[in-house]
């Protein structure tokens, strides 16, 4: 079956320096990957989306993740935080059994806390 | 581009209370919908979805249902709201076989 775990409820890091968040998956099938982040009392925002092809996705805000089959990772990266960033970050990866529903699987989220 | 409204923001309601929370879905024609519910400090639960008019699948047993009278409006209600309602409620659709969803601004409901 499905999951995501995300590694790390709460990171904390300085700004300008180096932010990453870690997600793992498992799934039965090539799997597409989403990373969304939700800023209080908002929904949630696509990041970026991995389906085929290039394996590194650049996404919104200067984020990008990499997609590496054999560890079964998406980790999120920046390479300088903003204040602006902290945030709630979710990984979420597709279920191929609910293909017509175009159902995906969240990860628990991790909450990134930016230190001026 | 698609653009997904949230009826109310915010709503406080007692227990026992009924409960009728409204999406509607602007830009695209026959999307898949879901909501979804956030208590506080927890991730997404995933309550229902729906991949047309009528059609409504529930993911968890609880007092909550779910109804799609036309196609691009998911009502999301209760006969009798219980504390543990609270949380956050968030609308999605999907359309296509890339699997992203796109959310609204999201409810804050809390039962007091």
């Known amino acids: 079956a499905q999951s995501v775990t995300q590694l790390g409820s709460h990171v904390s890091v300085s700004e300008g320096a180096l932010v990453l968040l870690r997600c793992n998956y498992s799934?039965?099938?090539?799997?597409?990957l989403f990373w969304y982040v939700q800023y209080p009392n908002q929904g949630l925002q696509l990041l970026l989306k991995y389906t085929t092809g290039a394996t590194l996705v650049k996404g919104i805000n200067g984020f990008e993740a990499e997609f590496k089959k054999s560890e079964t990772s998406f980790h999120l990266t920046k390479p300088s935080a903003h204040m602006s960033d902290a945030a709630e970050y979710f990984c979420?990866?597709?279920?191929?059994?609910?293909?017509?529903?175009?159902?995906?699987?969240f990860g628990s989220g991790t909450r990134l806390s930016i230190r001026p | 581009s698609q653009t997904i409204h949230q009826w109310p923001a915010t709503l406080v309601q007692p227990v026992g209370s009924p409960l009728s929370l409204e999406c509607t879905v602007e830009?695209?024609?026959?999307?898949?919908l879901y909501w979804y519910r956030q208590a506080a400090g927890r991730g997404l639960q995933l309550l229902f979805y729906?991949?047309?008019?009528?059609?409504i699948s529930s993911e968890v047993p609880q007092n909550l249902s779910a109804s799609r009278p036309q196609d691009r409006q998911f009502i999301l209600s209760s006969k009798k709201l219980l504390l543990s309602d609270s949380g956050f409620y968030l609308c999605?659709?999907?359309?296509?076989?890339?699997?992203?969803?796109?959310f609204g601004p999201g409810t804050r409901l809390t039962v007091t």
């Open positions: 799934s039965s099938v090539p799997p597409y």
């Open positions: 729906s991949v047309g008019i009528g059609q």
């Open positions: 999605a659709q999907a359309q296509g076989p890339s699997y992203e969803q796109y």
């Open positions: 979420a990866v597709s279920d191929p059994r609910y293909s017509s529903a175009s159902k995906i699987i």
């Open positions: 830009g695209t024609s026959n999307p898949n």
